[in-house]
T-cell receptor, first 116, second 116 residues
Framework: DTEVTQTPKHLVMGMTNKKSLKCEQH?????MYWYKQKAKKPPELMFV???????INESVPSRFSPECPNSSLLNLHLHALQPEDSALYLC???????????????FGPGTRLLVL | AQSVTQPDIHITVSEGASLELRCNYS??????LFWYVQSPGQGLQLLLKYFSGDTLVQGIKGFEAEFKRSQSSFNLRKPSVHWSDAAEYFC??????????????FGKGTKLSVKP
């Protein structure tokens, strides 16, 4: 099973709202990732969690706040977003193990976010 | 610096025709190479990967790719395209950061359209 789930599928929020995106995997993977993808572009890495600790933050604005409550769950808390933050937000995970396996990322279906 | 180039932004093929999507990479060490496919509004699905060994790798949905070190290429092929193959295709190089996570450097993608 190589499934990563994400909720919600779609989200519309105003610039003053607070919302959260959720990602879950039950593959025993110890690295989890958040990506942002704009239309017709490749995914852009936002955050990486390794063993539930934030290991990479790609200079993402503080209105995006990640959280990894346990090894299976990854959240992205959103607050005071801007219309330009509208995008597809993808979650991915990878396992610890042999060389190459740690680079193999499995993606969820994404959350389509629209900020009004 | 590591990079991935997909020279073709958009390719159109007739259903039943053969397909080759090009990918060139720049990476100093042995590359971990991936092809992902993304249908509109969906997440990325792993088609195949190359770590080492046999330079011709088989993937899902009838796709294969060939690693050519001398040309720094990892081209994706399919002998007979189906209408359902219409999607965006991303080539990626995997880089190991240490710990349990790796990073993916994506190409800009190739959009495949299929004519009836």
């Amino acid at each position: 099973d190589t499934e990563v789930t994400q909720t919600p599928k779609h989200l519309v929020m105003g610039m003053t709202n607070k919302k959260s995106l959720k990602c879950e995997q039950h593959m025993g993977h110890r690295a989890m990732y958040w990506y942002k993808q704009k239309a017709k572009k490749p995914p852009e890495l936002m955050f990486v969690y390794s063993y539930e600790k934030l290991s990479i933050n790609e200079s993402v604005p503080s209105r995006f706040s990640p959280e990894c409550p346990n090894s299976s769950l990854l959240n992205l808390h959103l607050h005071a977003l801007q219309p330009e933050d509208s995008a597809l937000y993808l979650c991915a995970s990878s396992q610890f193990g042999l060389a190459g396996e740690q680079e193999t990322q499995y993606f969820g279906p994404g959350t389509r976010l629209l900020v009004l | 610096a590591q990079s991935v180039t997909q020279p073709d932004i958009h390719i159109t093929v007739s259903e039943g025709a053969s397909l080759e999507l090009r990918c060139n990479y720049s990476y100093g060490a042995t590359p971990y190479l991936f092809w992902y496919v993304q249908s509109p509004g969906q997440g990325l699905q792993l088609l195949l990967k190359y770590f080492s060994g046999d330079t011709l790798v088989q993937g899902i949905k009838g796709f294969e790719a060939e690693f050519k070190r001398s040309q720094s290429s990892f081209n994706l092929r399919k002998p007979s395209v189906h209408w359902s193959d219409a999607a965006e295709y991303f080539c990626a190089v995997g880089i190991h950061y240490g710990g349990s996570q790796g990073n993916l450097i994506f190409g800009k993608g190739t959009k495949l359209s299929v004519k009836p």
